[in-house]
């Protein structure tokens, strides 16, 4: 399969930890990236390969892969948080990429 | 630094095709393959497709082929997405993107042109 599956919708409260996971086949192979958006601003990304943070985005982001999941975890989550959380790899076939659906992150 | 400017929004008519630029600067423009993402008004990122700027390799997604042809203008370090035959489900932002080939099994997109609002009604 060339999909990557996110959950919906994840909700967390101020200041604790939460997970937001993606499953694809593809991800035995290739490790995903994310990318965080907020309304009407185009997508950032967050962490990229097996745990890797662009220059700017806060350490309390990090990511992890098991098996055919990747997952970015936000340690001690703050109200600028609040956003849509995408996964994005490679597909089976190595050429083409695919995005997960996307998960809405609440900050309660 | 490194900027992805995209052109402005456009309308068209079903049945149109829409044009839309991606000018890069703040890094050499042939090293880099760029990507072309689309969002749906209250709906996800969807990819589709690619272009190496050194050579014009493309590649697009299945839902796109046959519709969209990706060029470049390496004069002007410029990457152009065009769409053919709208209807109105094309109504969507599209975004141009910088790909970076980390090896090791990773690539990922670092940076994004700011959007280009396609409208597509009668």
């Known amino acids: 399969s060339s999909e990557l599956t996110q959950d919906p919708a994840v909700s967390v409260a101020l200041g604790q930890t939460v997970r937001i996971t993606c499953q694809g086949d593809s991800l035995r192979t290739y490790y995903a990236s994310w990318y965080q958006q907020k309304p009407g601003q185009a997508p950032v990304l967050v962490i990229y390969?097996?745990?890797n943070r662009p220059s700017g985005i806060p350490d309390r982001f990090s990511g992890s892969r098991s098996g055919n999941t990747a997952s970015l975890t936000i340690t001690g989550a703050q109200a600028e948080d609040e956003a849509d959380y995408y996964c994005?790899?490679?597909?089976?076939?190595?050429?083409?990429?695919?995005f997960g659906g996307g998960t809405k992150l609440t900050v309660l | 630094q490194v900027q992805l400017m995209q052109s402005g929004a456009e309308v068209r008519e079903p049945g149109a095709s829409v044009r839309v630029s991606c000018k890069a600067s703040g890094y050499s423009f042939s090293v880099y393959y760029i990507h072309w993402v689309r969002q749906a008004p209250g709906q996800g990122l969807e990819w589709m497709g690619w272009i190496n700027p050194n050579s014009g390799d493309t590649n697009f997604a299945q839902k796109f082929r046959g519709r969209v042809t990706m060029t470049r203008d390496t004069s002007i370090s410029t990457s152009y997405m065009e769409l053919s035959r709208l209807r109105s489900g094309d109504t969507a932002v599209y975004y141009c993107?910088?790909?970076?080939?980390?090896?090791?099994?990773?690539?990922?997109?670092?940076?994004w042109g700011q959007g280009t609002l396609v409208t597509v009604s009668s």
């Open positions: 994005n790899s490679r597909d089976n076939s190595g050429n083409q990429r695919v």
């Open positions: 993107a910088r790909e970076i080939l980390g090896g090791l099994g990773f690539y990922y997109f670092d940076y």
């Open positions: 390969g097996k745990n």
